[in-house]
């Protein structure tokens, strides 16, 4: 059933781009229709579908089987309405598919190396969950939130890893992907699937919006393989300083600014961040359905762009409702779609035609943005967003700032800046709008933690990207030009064209060279799945089972620090308190249950831990080899022991 979730997500999707957007979204494209049309329906009918599935289980959360009767209602409107559509209006797809074989051979390829990159990190073998140490620490925060739905009754929504009833993660592609996993889904196809299609789209999307605004397909192409090799000049400091042979045989990623050798730059980051693909091509598909009123405005030279009565109309209400909806619902999913897409689209919208329009977009995707931040999180994760000016350079000053971005992203900095002064004036406009995410994240902290900016400037540098490759691609094949006029200065460049087509070679291999090297530190640590480089987790292990069994869905557990991805979350129950760091990093105040739990595991009075684990309104108390309690539990029932491992579960007393 679970395919059969994933395939009217892609009807319902369908039905609401035909519909409201394709009009309007079908202008201009210079590439076939499918490269839009199947990932904006993939990104529309998952948002709207899971919704549907999630608000509907929600309002069944007190019959105790929430995610049954809201799969069952979900699907049998959604089937209901899907089937009524399709023979009401006997849509035609077959021109979609019209195009050259460029389009098929990179979205295979494209699909494929997504595929090996999620698989190849995380894989079931033998009821054994494989997970690279690549990916470890966020896989076991996502699996725990997978298994509080698929397993546990996470309604009312609340973080799982320190449940006190709000929820400041955007949890909801892991809703879907447990939801699929409750429907008959492996943990890890129910993991990887969604992952995969997201990232298809997203290269799907870059290829569309590539090709759009230059006309030519080999940029497309190209920019969409640089979203999967940094620009960088980390890997020539590194070989400077170590050697070509250190360079290719280093452990790590490498990087010499801030958080740069965490691997928040490279493909690692969408490998960790499952949902980010998903945020950053919903900004792509924004930028395409908007990008028409930017042309507009430039199609009339003496169109005045800001004041006039013209610049402001509302052209296409429904394109701006529509799409203002879909952006606000994603806003749980993963927020960089929203801290991502609004920038971009304000910079666009000063010199564009519909300003009205945009307005309305924004305004509607911010205010369900906010509705959804203050229903889960009680407002507190717009409380987090403040002015912080430097981003993560080590000097916060225009120079100090300059210096950092100029080593974090290499070439591609000087490349833009050049084509800047090149580039016709629409496309100016667009440099300076995709560059906005960018400028958003040097003037203002956006989250909990700093460094979580770097999502926006994941969604910059794929945007970015697409200058780059129209560089290269013009080096190599200059476009031809109409005027009759031009053909003398065409035949001078026919005479440099070897030359540029070196110096286009150069670009290339300085745009790539960092990610290269990341790429073989990843072939290194996928290549084997022996010692430190993968950890291995039994999908369903002797303390899980009995916690399914045995102990109510809302059962709260405390458990020993340091527990990863620990049995209880794999039964899909709310722990009292994970890991400290991870809570911390989502916001929430730590030091009073990390308090609670010193006192009882380190206590020598069980009445005394009796007494604080009730008023922590604690069920459970685990203890293992690596933490054990030394004071007189006999007022406690032993709910469930092993010896290999050893385990404990101590049910608090009433």
């Known amino acids: 059933m679970w395919i059969e979730s994933i395939l009217v997500s892609f009807a319902i999707g369908y039905i609401i781009i035909k519909e409201l957007f394709w009009d309007s979204a079908g202008e201009g494209l210079k590439t076939a229709g499918y490269m839009v049309m199947l990932p904006a329906s993939y990104i529309a009918g998952t948002l709207v579908f899971n919704w549907l599935i999630y608000i509907s289980a929600l309002a069944f959360a007190k019959t105790g089987s929430p995610m049954l009767w809201g799969n069952l209602a979900s699907h049998a409107v959604s089937l209901a309405f899907a089937a009524y559509y399709f023979s009401k209006k006997r849509p035609k797809m077959k021109h979609l598919f019209i195009g050259s074989r460029i389009e098929a051979i990179y979205t295979v390829s494209a699909a494929v190396l997504w595929t090996l990159i999620f698989f190849m990190t995380l894989y079931s073998k033998s009821g054994v969950l494989k997970i690279s140490s690549l990916i470890f620490g966020d896989a076991s925060v996502h699996l725990a939130i997978m298994e509080s739905f698929s397993k546990g009754s996470n309604f009312p929504t609340q973080y799982p890893l320190f449940a006190d009833g709000s929820m400041n993660y955007h949890f909801m592609f892991f809703f879907m992907a447990g939801n699929l996993e409750y429907l008959g889904a492996p943990q890890a196809m129910a993991y990887n699937i969604p992952s995969i299609l997201s990232g298809t789209s997203l290269s799907m999307l870059i290829f569309a919006f590539a090709t759009m605004i230059s006309g030519r397909k080999a940029v497309g192409a190209l920019a969409g393989a640089l979203l999967f090799f940094r620009s960088s000049f980390s890997a020539f400091i590194f070989a400077f300083q170590n050697g ?4 290719f045989s280093q452990e790590g990623w490498i990087g010499f600014t801030d958080r740069e050798s965490w691997g928040i730059y490279t493909i690692n980051v969408f490998i960790n961040q499952r949902h980010l693909a998903f945020a950053i091509a919903l900004a792509f598909l924004c930028a395409i359905f908007f990008f028409k009123f930017l042309l507009e405005s430039y199609s009339r030279p003496s169109q005045k762009r800001f004041f006039s009565l013209q610049a402001w109309k509302l052209q296409d209400p429904r394109l701006a409702v529509s799409s203002g909806a879909i952006l ?119 989250s909990v933690q700093l460094f979580n900016n770097h999502k926006n400037a994941n969604a910059a540098v794929a945007f970015l990207n697409i200058i780059s490759a129209w560089a290269v691609c013009e080096l190599i094949s200059p476009e031809a030009k109409k005027a009759s006029k031009k053909r003398k200065a065409e035949s001078k460049s026919r005479l440099y064209l070897p030359a540029r087509r070196i110096l286009a070679v150069f670009i290339c291999f300085i745009l790539t060279v960092s990610g290269i090297v990341d790429w073989t530190h990843f072939a290194r640590f996928t290549a084997t799945t022996s010692g430190r480089r993968f950890w291995s987790v039994e999908e369903v292990d002797q303390l899980s089972l009995w916690i399914a069994g045995n102990t109510e869905k809302d059962s709260l557990f405390l458990v020993p620090p340091g527990n990863l991805y620990s049995s209880v979350s794999k039964a899909g129950r709310p722990l009292f308190l994970y890991y400290d760091y991870v809570p911390m990093s989502m916001g929430y105040s730590v030091s009073s249950r990390s308090e609670a739990r010193s006192r009882i595991y380190e206590g020598v009075d069980g009445a005394e831990i009796a007494r604080i684990a009730k008023e922590s309104k604690i069920d459970y108390i685990l203890v293992n080899e690596s933490l054990s309690i030394n004071a007189d539990m006999s007022a406690f029932e032993v709910a469930f022991e092993s010896q290999r491992p050893f385990q404990r579960v101590y049910r608090v007393p009433e």
Do not use: D, H
């Open 244 to 247: 070509l042979v250190a360079l």
């Open 328 to 446: 606000g619902l994603s806003a749980f999913w993963n927020g960089s779609s929203v801290l991502a897409a609004l920038p971009i689209l304000f910079v666009m919208a000063l010199f564009s035609q519909n300003k009205l329009g945009y307005l309305v977009f924004a305004a509607i995707s911010s205010a369900l943005a906010y509705a959804q931040t203050f229903f889960f999180s009680r407002g507190s994760m717009v409380e987090n967003i403040s002015y912080k000016f430097g981003y993560l350079a080590s000097e916060p000053t225009l120079f100090g700032i300059a210096k950092y971005y100029f080593l974090t992203f290499g070439i591609l900095g000087v490349i833009v800046i050049v084509a800047a002064f090149l580039l016709k004036k629409e496309l100016k406009v667009l440099i300076l709008a995709f560059c906005a995410p960018m400028a958003l994240i040097t003037f203002a902290q956006l």
